[in-house]
């Protein structure tokens, strides 16, 4: 299957005569201003009846481009949200290149409001769905992420924000990054009030961006544009909040924007489970699953500014010191090669201390409109304690067959350095560019630890005792560099290739030193080396690529494919206990085709085929046994190939904006060659697996291996409508996902084959500001099979329900209320199946401006929060419970800091607070 393809894509390479068209080009800024205007909508219409014949949207750097236009007269029209609209009549006989064209802000009467008919929420341009922020009502104070999780097509699954199906990668306000990759981290420190629109697209990666060939790299990407006077000014809140059983919260956020120059601050002290400072009074864990108690202190940092006229600057520091104190119960339920069972239940206290630095730069250096140099270095440094202990059992059923009670502390240092330069020069002639780009990447780390574990195994004759004493040291260290270069060249209008060569390399090594200590005593103790658990492994991974790319565009079709011809030398080479080299070479042929159609303005649709090699990574290399669990041993693979990897993806988006109905429709399927498995050897009887270490009868030894056969596929769809009668919106979607997993058992391949189908709702009130609430739902049904075990076949139940609801009652009182609640069905006997999570608070606006609030909350009302999950893999059915925060009552006070500029001072805010009163 790798190499058929490549044929079909040849004759996709046809570059078929049109007539004469033209190109529309020019950039679009803020009126007196080198401010960048980024997605205004530009439109080409006819000049007799006004309708549209072409159009787009400007990119981040104000810059558009319409091809394909016929000779003629045209009115071209430019609008964006907060300025007037800009018109003018064009004669089109030749390519016309716009230069600037500046828009003005649009002036705003306060005094009188006439509505005329529901405002529209917005619309769809290609692969960018645009929002109108006022269209939708939030609670005064509200945080961005209460406007974003009202948004058509977006929910929040597990404390991850999801868009359109896929996962929000990054937030970008006003086209400038933001905290970096933490989403919740950026929209908790933007108020809603400051936000004009929202752009939600797929992000292309920094080389697809500069030489224009789409690489399939994306990230679901929020784009939130901020009001123009709202981009000078201080703005942000602060909390301080006590509670019983000595709960604590102090949270800080302060915004300083300067138009381009804007200062984030945020720092937070906690010890009720948030990871990040929340602007809702009754939020907890920021969404997410609870997994232990959490204490948890942090400071942030995010800077962007323009440094003179040719320098854009963006980054961001985050120093956090979390204690995670937790408790766990599993049941795991294996895959065996008959009908027999082997079950294992453990529990465990698990009390880690973690410290991180995180630093992220951007440098955007644009010397003139043909040359560009970005560089983005980004360093993390992490620190963490351990104090644990589990005990576990194995059993079949009923009658035990191993046990192990294991302590355990260890100190554990990572290191990561990562680099990415970029240089890409434009060409006099339209479409010819090349793109040069390197990428370095250093990783180390260095573990430390020390374990106590008492084995028990029952045999026919009795019990029979094994007692461990280690100490463990690890250090690893990983480098990558990778460097590319890629030429562009136009073959008239439409057509563009691209050359691309890519050569880089992997270099890991690996170092696990095991010493058994004498009586225990760790401090003073003999200790000696065990050689048959230690190991010294190196591993290299070059490659090189050549690729040829074809593209084709018009005002309804994009479609680009690709040829890559990898070659590839994995070279494993082990120093101790016994040297040996293994190296292997591989080659592949990776084809890819990328298709959008417009069936519209605001209907498209997006296909894309990609095929990608996966490499094994040092820890599945590296043929050294594991024993962190005496009774389910782990070792590498050092024969692993890499795996072939087909992708298919269609994206479908379709927005009306007279009638505020929306669909979205993404679907995504994987066929994996080669795939890295699991295999599982569960010994019948006492087995050496190397010199000096038994397997014990009922333990088990799991290693990597490479089987054919995995596929999984996964779509999600939505539909959004309007529910006018109470001023709210409808959100229904649907998600279907099908998987076949290969594992190996004993020298046996099986598959286990699942099947998912998830059903849910939405409503969004935008009643006023006054009043607002969310009620969301989502079930899901799921079914297991085995194909060795029938044992093993299930099916179980999942049903989780929430309602958010924001009252002020009465002179500055204000009610809220959170409430979840999950039905589980089909887990193991003893996890708790239903629960229901209540957080209520009262609270009181103060001041003249009420800005500040006092109020009183209570978590978890009816005492029963639990968290419960279930883990499905080749070779076993898991179900999971963990300690949860408990109830406990705190008072809080909150302060609301608003000062802006250009007009809209203190008094301002003030009076207009007022106005939105009456």
Do not use: C
């Not at 529309?24 to 014949?53: C, F, M, R, W």
């Not at 306000?173 to 936000?195: C, M, S």
């Not at 948030?274 to 959490?294: C, F, H, W």
């Amino acid at each position: 299957m790798k190499y058929f393809l490549p044929i079909l894509f040849l004759f996709g390479s046809v570059n078929l005569a049109f007539s004469q068209t033209y190109t529309v080009k020019g950039n679009v800024h803020e009126y007196g201003k080198q401010d960048a205007i980024p997605y205004a909508n530009i439109l080409l219409l006819a000049v007799t009846d006004s309708s549209q014949v072409a159009g787009t949207i400007s990119d981040l750097d104000g810059e558009f481009e319409l091809t394909g236009v016929r000779d003629g007269d045209y009115l071209f029209k430019i609008q964006y949200l907060g300025y007037q609209n800009y018109f003018r009549l064009l004669r089109v006989n030749s390519n016309l290149d716009l230069g600037t064209i500046s828009l003005r802000e649009e002036a705003t009467a306060l005094n009188e409001v006439v509505v005329a008919a529901r405002r529209s929420t917005g619309n769809q341009r290609s692969d960018t769905t645009m929002y109108n922020a006022d269209a939708f009502k939030t609670m005064k104070d509200a945080s961005a992420q209460v406007l974003i999780e009202k948004l058509p097509g977006v929910v929040s699954e597990n404390g991850i924000l999801q868009a359109q199906g896929e996962n929000i990668a990054q937030i970008l306000v006003d086209g400038k990054p933001f905290f970096g990759t933490d989403v919740r981290a950026a929209l908790q420190n933007l108020p809603a009030e400051v936000i004009q629109s929202i752009e939600i697209f797929d992000q292309k990666s920094e080389k697809a961006q500069l030489s224009g060939f789409d690489d399939g790299e994306r990230l679901k990407t929020i784009n939130i544009i901020t009001k123009p006077n709202r981009r000078k000014g201080e703005f942000g809140k602060t909390t301080v909040g006590y509670g019983t059983d000595d709960r604590y919260l102090v949270g800080a956020s302060i915004n300083a924007f300067d138009e381009d120059q804007r200062i984030t601050f945020t720092g937070l002290a906690n010890n009720v489970n948030l990871l990040n400072y929340s602007s809702d009074a009754n939020a907890q864990a920021d969404g997410r699953p609870q997994e232990g108690i959490v204490t948890t202190n942090i400071l942030g940092l995010n800077y962007t500014d323009l440094w003179g006229e040719k320098m854009k600057v963006s980054g961001s520091y985050t120093f956090s010191n979390r204690e995670n104190v937790g408790i766990v119960t599993r049941f795991r339920d294996f895959v065996t090669t008959d009908n027999s069972n082997q079950e294992y239940s453990e529990t465990s206290r698990d009390v880690r201390v973690n410290n991180e630095h995180q630093a992220d730069l951007r440098l955007d250096y644009n010397p003139d409109s043909k040359n560009r140099i970005l560089y983005i270095p980004r360093f993390t440094a992490r620190f963490e304690t351990e104090n644990s202990g589990f005990f576990g059992e194995t059993t079949d059923g009923f009658t035990p067959i191993n046990q192990v009670e294991n302590v355990k502390t260890g100190n554990y240092e990572e290191f990561d350095f990562f680099n990415r330069l970029l240089y890409s020069h434009k060409f006099d002639k339209p479409g010819r560019t090349v793109t040069l780009r390197t990428i370095y990447h250093r990783g180390w780390d260095n573990d430390l630890s020390d374990r106590v574990a008492r084995n028990t195994y029952f045999e026919e004759d009795g019990e029979r005792n094994e007692l461990i004493n280690q100490r463990t040291t690890r250090a690893r260290v990983g480098n990558r560099w990778e460097t590319g270069i890629s030429f562009t060249e136009a073959l008239g209008e439409k057509s563009q290739i691209e050359i691309e060569y890519e050569i880089g390399n992997r270099d890991n090594n690996s170092e696990q030193l095991i010493f058994d200590v004498e009586g225990g005593d760790f401090n003073s103790g003999n200790m000696a080396l065990d050689t048959a658990l230690s190991n010294t492994f190196q591993s290299d991974y070059l490659t090189q690529e050549f690729e040829l790319g074809y593209q084709f565009k018009n005002d309804k079709l994009r479609m680009q494919t690709e040829v890559q011809y990898q070659d590839a030398k994995l070279d494993n080479k082990q120093e101790f206990p016994q040297p040996f080299d293994l190296e292997r070479r591989f080659s592949a042929v990776l084809p890819t085709l990328r298709m959008e159609y417009k069936f519209s303005p605001n209907t498209n649709i997006q296909f894309d085929y990609d095929t990608r090699t996966n490499e094994p990574q040092i820890r599945q290399l590296q043929p050294v046994i594991d024993n962190s669990n005496p009774l389910q041993l782990r070792t590498g693979n050092p024969d692993l190939n890499q795996a072939y990897n087909h992708q298919f993806r269609v994206r479908f988006r379709s927005q009306n904006p007279d009638s505020d109905k929306s669909w979205f429709l993404f679907a995504q399927s994987s066929l994996i060659n080669n795939y890295i498995s699991n295999s599982t050897f569960i010994a019948s009887e006492p087995t050496e697996i190397q010199d000096g270490i038994i397997l014990e009868k009922g333990s088990q030894l799991n290693k990597p291996v490479n089987l054919d056969g995995y596929w999984d596929m996964r779509s999600w769809l939505s539909y959004g409508m309007p529910l006018d009668f109470i001023k709210s919106k409808l959100n229904i979607n649907a998600g279907l996902g099908v998987s076949k997993r290969p594992g190996q058992v004993n020298d046996q391949i099986g598959f286990n084959n699942s099947q998912r189908l998830s059903t849910g709702f939405s409503i969004n009130s935008s009643i006023s500001d006054q009043i607002d609430f969310n009620i969301w739902s989502r079930s899901s049904f799921n079914n297991v099979e085995n194909t060795l075990n029938a044992n093993l076949n299930n099916r179980f139940f999942q049903q989780r329900f929430s309602v958010n609801f924001n009252w002020i009652i009465w002179e500055g009182f204000i009610y809220r209320l959170d409430l979840n609640h999950q039905i589980n069905s089909g887990l193991s006997e003893g996890f708790d199946n239903s629960f229901s999570l209540v957080n209520m608070s009262l609270g009181k606006k103060i001041f003249a401006n009420q800005r500040g609030e006092i109020s009183i909350m209570v978590y978890d009302l009816l005492k029963q929060n639990a968290n419960v999950r279930r883990n499905i893999t080749e070779t076993f059915i898991e179900d999971i419970q963990t300690n949860v925060l408990q109830q406990y009552f705190m008072i809080s006070f909150t302060y609301n800091l608003r000062r802006f500029s250009k007009g809209m001072d203190e008094d301002s805010y003030n009076e207009m607070y007022q106005d939105q009163e009456n």
